[in-house]
């Protein structure tokens, strides 16, 4: 199992996104891949996965499929995000 959250680095966001990353990891401590869209791996990665809008979380299976996404002005809701987390296959 796979998360990632793509973020637009120096916008509104990041900060936003690095909290949420980091609360994540305090409460879980499972970590979260973050992903700059402004690099070739994270423009890749959206573009892969259609993702337009950031920030945006994306639950990967372990053959790469998307389970799960949420694009857009607000992150969802960790427990969200540790139910597929959890429920997954490593």
């Given amino acids: 199992m796979k998360v990632a959250v793509l973020y637009q680095s120096n916008s509104e966001d990041e900060r936003a996104v690095r909290e949420f990353v980091e609360e994540y990891r305090r409460r879980t401590g499972r970590s979260l891949e973050m992903q700059d869209v402004n690099t070739r791996d994270g ?4 573009t892969l996965y259609d993702i337009v809008r950031y920030p945006a979380v994306l639950v990967m299976g372990p053959d790469g499929t998307l389970v799960q996404n949420w694009q857009g002005d607000s992150l969802p809701l960790m427990n969200e995000v540790m139910y597929y987390h959890n429920s997954m296959p490593a």
């Fill in 43 to 46: 423009a890749s990665t959206a």
